[in-house]
């Protein structure tokens, strides 16, 4: 037991401090960077899902929400959701908006929208606010519109626009819609009318693609979840959405979510590969007190004494870099939130949020006390002679209790990834993957220390000397592959996801897809739909198919209200409603895997043809049966067949297939492909909206150009994490050199005198980092593949095509970007005079 | 009386060299207005007490260091106008350093170490006349031992080695047995003279050591910065 008190082991510890900081540097600085992260993007995350909670009220535009599709309540729903408080009714669909006047090539005739019918009492919460004036009830003649949609048609306040068979005057630009958020993904920019203004545009047809929303406003003090309980219940068969003001926006708080938990994922798996950088700043940082501290033991401190004198000092700077990391990651958010944009759904203000600020210091302590503990104990257990000869002869073997204790902290370190998380073996995967990248790169470094030893050694002495770096006594090369593996595994990485992602925008779907989506067609102009396409463009390739939208509320005798949410895995077509079809033939673009299609005539129990991904991800096949709720009737239906659907073609892909003899007799529209000459698009849809006002045309490159942003948006949130990572490696790889110097910088003054050059030094370290490039190219190449495939083919299921071109031109670039920062490191050791030097050797 | 600058007859030439090293408050002047001109082929000691700034003036002579003032020439060349790598290049092929500390590379065998002035100098045969000159210094049976495997006189050889191998015109000693026990100090320094002799080199002793000092032909003592005396034996 030590004889010093704490008070005396502080004012030692404390005395060399200030000097000691700077050895300390290192692990500050990487323990800095891995909190900030998790702190910035824990606190984000938190902050917009609080948003969406507490605003829920203002977001939804209601205590509780009723959607239903295809059609308007009843007069005695309506009377039943009266009953509970004050009800405002709305319309949305989407809908083509006409220019009117004199054309202008260099201004659309036309664009798709989202139109809105509100009644008087919208918005029950919040205000509808406009550029200019006040928001009123609108006359039935009176539209206000989008800042985007002015924009597109050069449409100003008093200007007249058409939808339908209806013209407007526009009456306003709006500035803020105050249910946006709630509204969830809208396709255009939006338009909003009056009720009696929407049905002037005679687009609410029977049959019409179009959602009806029921906002209540509960009086004060009624439970709002309970209500919507209640109406569930009363109108389960009814196939209507429901939503709370607990939870407005449940599709973009699980994004939220989701997102938050998989971003500081890749926070954690960087703060642990900063732990690489802790290990290594507080090795180093020990070797320079290694004099101290025998001399510390040979005046008779115990290696109790020398564990508590270090352990203050290097605890000291980890709780500043904790502290100043929490500090930072609080800060950021509003200014990420600021420097996004429009990217983000809300703007939350600033606010503290102790749960991830405490999980990100709680990260931040385990990861400094697993890597700094292995040092401290070499230092406090071996005697003080053997510390005198640790230059020459290190010894890595560690004590018991200390290596028992490093395995605690781990466990710790997952068990709070792990309960923190929302999918906890996603998160185990991530980690454990993570974890296994580590384990084959240090592995790496060891093969390379020892093969280096082996081959037979270079005549030119600098080569030499290059390897005899790698595997030297102190030789940092675990740290150096592992910083310059990481690195280079994300570039590789990167590439390859970027690469892949533009193939997917740029080459595929071009080439399959066709030009325009026509929806809301009426069910009775089949013909003169084809006619109509023929005449404007000869040749043209028309696909119709019948168009209806559904939920599917039971499979195999399962309710789905009855999972509350916990649906299986994969199962995204459960959630809400999804398009429906009917066909007397197998689908273009299909192939039947199971089951037999039904004859063109088949009349009798309504049959069904399924995808085979979602049947097995159901566990259902070919005989079980599936109810779906459209327009509000529940149709059950015997699973006839499985089909394969190839979802590339972008044309028209169906879940679900009925037989026709299910939902013809349901009021439905058509919707159709136009596959043609791009040269022809303008006119076919001038043509199409003449003669069939109601309908919308939607612009393949439309959909193509919102895709691409979300693409874009997803990998710059990619390249962003992957940032953090390629800087905690960058940072390791500085600490490697760092940690290195004194044998380098001998190394440098003994050649100088010899009559190296600096560049003849400088020449040895890039020989060194290049060696270790070359041989992890092609390591990182693999890994990186593997990373890329895994995340294009996994999780965005797209195709895979990189292109290895800029692949390995990225790899040949980050190699020469890591190789320069490490190289710029040593920079500094070329102005080294070598009588200066040697003074102090 | 100083002979003309770039006398064949001299090999080293130093005139009213100052050494200042640190700034500001913490600026120390190490040597102040040195004058020293040492002939071709001849042995010279300098020696003096700690700090009285003899190994300063082997770093300015040999080049490892840059004058605050004054000029120096060596073999004809101007130290002051040459820069860091300037002056790394002047010392190949003509200038051999043994320091106090060997200061051999620890990952290099001691056939390679000796090998590395010949190699940067860009010689076919280095590895050859390495060995020859380690066997010259009684290790050709050590070749391809560590420094770390070898005790500090044998070090110290190959630090001898090393600094004759490139047939240097001038040989710098710092201290060469300060690290040995007095027996192998005798043999370093009588192996020293012979390798000297050898190659008609211009040898410069740096030793606090009157019995060391007192082999060589002439003897500058200094103190302070400054030379004292200069005396020929």
New interface residues.
């Given amino acids: 037991m030590s004889g010093l008190g704490w008070a005396a082991l502080w004012r030692i510890a404390r005395r060399d401090l200030h000097v000691g900081f700077r050895g300390l540097r290192l692990l500050f600085i990487c323990l800095f960077l891995g909190v900030a992260t998790l702190a910035a993007i824990g606190s984000l995350a938190a902050a917009i899902t609080g948003e969406l909670s507490t605003r829920g009220q203002h977001l939804l535009g209601a205590d509780v929400e009723i959607a239903i599709s295809h059609r308007e309540a009843s007069e005695p729903e309506k009377q039943a959701l009266r009953a509970t408080g004050t009800v405002s009714e709305t319309i949305r669909m989407r809908a083509m908006a006409q220019r009117v006047g004199v054309p202008d090539p260099d201004v659309p005739a036309s664009v798709l929208t989202e139109l809105k019918g509100v009644d008087s009492a919208y918005p029950l919460y919040g205000t509808l606010t406009l550029d200019k004036g006040a928001y009123a009830p609108l006359a039935p003649d009176r539209i206000v519109i989008g800042a985007a949609l002015a924009e597109r048609l050069r449409l100003r306040t008093g200007d007249p626009l058409r939808y339908g068979t209806a013209t407007f005057t526009v009456a306003g630009l709006i500035a803020d819609e105050p249910d946006r958020i709630g509204e969830g993904f809208t396709l255009g920019p939006v338009a909003i009318v009056s009720m009696e203004g929407l049905r002037r545009t005679g687009l609410v047809q029977p049959g019409s693609l179009f959602e009806s929303k029921y906002r209540i406003r509960l009086p004060a003090g009624v439970d709002a979840h309970a209500t919507r309980e209640t109406l569930e219940q009363r109108f389960a068969a009814a196939g209507w959405k429901f939503k709370d003001r607990d939870n407005a926006a449940p599709s973009l708080g699980r994004f939220i979510e989701r997102m938050g938990q998989f971003l500081s994922l890749i926070g954690l798996s960087a703060l642990v590969i900063a732990g690489i950088g802790v290990s290594n700043g507080v090795a180093s940082y020990l070797a320079q007190k290694r004099g101290s501290i025998a001399t510390l033991k040979v005046l008779g401190a115990t290696s109790g004494d020398i564990t508590r004198i270090y352990l203050l000092q290097i605890g000291c700077v980890a709780a500043l870099a904790v502290l100043c990391g929490l500090a930072v990651g609080a800060l950021l958010p509003p200014g990420i939130v600021g420097l996004a944009g429009d990217v983000l759904p809300i703007r939350p203000g600033f606010a503290v949020h102790p749960l991830p600020l405490a999980t990100s210091a709680a990260y931040g302590l385990l990861i400094a006390f697993m890597f700094t503990l292995p040092a401290l104990a070499r230092a406090r257990t071996q005697p003080a002679a053997a510390i005198f000869r640790a230059l020459?002869d290190p010894d890595h073997r560690i004590d018991r209790r200390s290596a028992l204790l490093v395995a605690a902290a781990a466990m710790l370190l997952i068990g709070l990834a792990l309960a923190t998380a929302g999918k906890p073996l996603f998160s185990a995967a991530v980690l454990g993957t993570t974890g296994l990248v580590l384990a084959l790169l240090l592995g790496l470094g060891l093969a390379v220390r020892w093969l280096a030893k082996r081959v037979p050694?270079p005549?030119?002495?600098l080569l030499?000397?290059a390897i005899?770096?790698l595997y030297?006594?102190g030789a940092q090369t675990s740290a150096l592959v592992v910083a310059l593996g990481l690195a280079l595994t994300l570039f590789v990485t990167l590439a390859g996801i970027q690469t892949s992602l533009d193939a997917e925008i740029e080459r595929t779907v071009p080439r399959r897809a066709p030009n325009q989506f026509v929806l809301d067609i009426p069910s009775t102009s089949e013909n003169q739909f084809r006619a109509t396409v023929a005449a404007e463009a000869p040749g043209a390739m028309v696909n119709i198919v019948p168009a209806l939208r559904g939920t599917i509320t039971a499979y195999a005798g399962q309710r789905v209200a009855d999972l509350k949410g916990r649906l299986p895995e994969g199962a995204w077509f459960l959630r809400g409603e999804r398009g429906v079809t009917y066909s007397a033939t197998l689908p273009e673009g299909s192939e039947l895997v199971a089951g037999a299609w039904w004859p063109r005539d088949h009349a009798g129990q309504s049959l069904v043809s399924l995808d085979e991904a979602a049947a097995r991800t159901l566990g259902i096949s070919v005989g079980d049966t599936l109810t779906v709720n459209v327009l509000g009737r529940e149709i059950e239906a015997r699973i006839a067949s499985l089909r394969k659907v190839n979802w590339d073609t972008m044309g028209f892909n169906y879940v679900l297939v009925f037989s026709p003899n299910a939902l013809a007799g349901a009021p439905h529209s058509l919707a159709a492909t136009i596959t043609m000459d791009k040269n022809h698009d303008a006119a076919v849809s001038r043509a199409l909206l003449k003669a069939f006002p109601g309908v919308s045309v939607i612009a393949i490159e439309e959909i193509i150009s919102q895709v691409s942003q979300i693409l874009l948006q997803m990998s710059r949130a990619i390249v962003a994490a992957a940032s953090v990572a390629i800087l905690a490696g960058i940072a390791v790889l500085i600490g490697a050199i760092a940690a290195s110097r004194q044998a380098r910088s001998?190394?440098s003054?003994?050649?100088?005198?010899?009559?190296?050059?600096?560049?003849?030094v400088l020449g040895t370290q890039a020989l060194e980092y290049g060696l270790l490039a070359a041989m992890l190219a092609a390591v990182s190449l693999a890994l990186g593949t593997a990373a890329a495939w895994f995340v294009v083919v996994q999780v965005f299921e797209f195709g895979w095509a990189p292109d290895w071109g800029v692949v390995l031109i990225t790899l040949g670039g980050g190699a020469i970007l890591t190789l320069g920062i490490g190289l710029a490191g040593s920079i500094p050791l070329m102005?080294v005079?070598?009588?200066?030097a040697?003074r102090q050797? | 009386m100083h002979a003309p600058i770039n006398a064949p007859s001299i090999a080293i030439q130093a005139r009213n060299v100052t050494l200042s090293l640190g700034t500001g408050a913490t600026k120390v002047g190490i040597l102040h207005g040195v004058d020293i001109e040492i002939a071709r082929g001849e042995s010279l000691a300098i020696l003096g007490p700690s700090g009285s700034g003899k190994s300063s003036l082997m770093a300015l002579l040999s080049g490892l260091e840059r004058a605050s003032g004054g000029d120096i020439l060596v073999d004809g060349v101007d130290y002051g106008a040459l820069d860091e790598d300037a002056l790394a290049r002047a010392r190949r092929g003509r200038i051999g350093i043994v320091l106090q500390s060997f200061h051999l590379l620890p990952t290099m065998t001691a056939i390679e170490n000796v090998a590395v002035p010949l190699e940067l100098a860009g010689g076919k045969d280095a590895f050859a006349r390495a060995r020859d000159e380690l066997a010259a210094v009684g290790l050709g049976h050590r070749l391809d031992h560590y420094p770390a495997q070898l005790s500090g006189g044998e070090q110290q050889r190959v630090a001898i080695a090393r600094a004759v191998v490139s047939r240097p015109s001038i040989i710098f000693a710092d201290e060469p047995t300060g690290n040995l026990d007095a027996a192998t100090g005798a043999t370093i320094v009588d192996l020293l003279f012979a390798r000297q002799l050898a190659a008609s080199a211009t040898l410069v002793i740096i030793t606090h050591d009157p019995a060391l000092a007192g082999r060589c032909r002439r003897i500058v003592e200094m103190r302070d910065g400054r030379i004292v005396t200069d005396r020929t034996a």
């Avoid at chain 1, 003054?749 to 003849?760: D, E, F, P």
């Fill in positions: 020459v050694r005549r030119h002495p030499r000397l005899a770096n030297r006594p001998y190394d003054v003994i050649l100088k005198t010899l009559g190296a050059t600096r560049w003849q102005s005079r070598p009588s200066a040697l050797l």
